[in-house]
């Protein structure tokens, strides 16, 4: 009989993500999700925040493959827009970020920056770090730099 086991050489530790956030933010903790926060002040339509999923793809899998989940995401989204994605890089690490917009009936136009990282492993595998940081409502056209600067200290080690 063998034993496996977690963190191994064969099923490594996901890799370890920092960001940094300004002091009116606070930490939130989420199902699947893991960091995550937001602005402390809870804002009548939106309060904005950033979220950092972790997970593994396929090796061969590229950046248009997560785009496409992305938009098939927002098919039911009234209004939504998809814009192009290009290449970043955020603190020598190469990310593809992504910009989409909804109309919210509730909260009126939200705005998403989505920067996806891959990380090469050694078993066919790569580990995918997804950076997403939301704004809406009324203060949308403020809110979306200070979201902005939070993805961009996104930091990646293993």
């Known amino acids: 009989m063998s034993t496996l086991s977690f963190p191994s050489e064969r099923f490594p530790a996901p890799p370890s993500v920092s960001i940094d956030v300004p002091d009116t933010w606070e930490p939130v903790s989420a199902p699947a999700v893991a960091l995550a926060a937001k602005q402390t002040e809870v804002n009548a339509d939106f309060t904005p925040n950033v979220i950092v999923r972790l997970g593994t793809r396929p090796e061969n899998d590229q950046p248009a493959d997560a785009l496409m989940e992305l938009r098939g995401s927002l098919n039911s989204r009234p209004q939504a827009e998809v814009g192009e994605i290009r290449t970043v890089q955020i603190n020598d690490q190469e990310f593809h970020r992504v910009d989409v917009s909804w109309v919210d009936p509730q909260f009126g136009t939200i705005r998403q920056i989505h920067a996806f990282a891959s990380l090469p492993r050694q078993d066919a595998l790569q580990d995918f770090v997804h950076v997403t940081g939301s704004a809406g409502g009324a203060g949308?056209?403020?809110?979306?730099?200070?979201?902005?600067?939070?993805?961009?200290?996104?930091?990646?080690?293993r």
Request: hydrophobic fraction near 50%.
């Open 140 to 157: 949308v056209d403020a809110d979306v730099p200070v979201v902005e600067q939070v993805i961009a200290s996104t930091r990646i080690t």
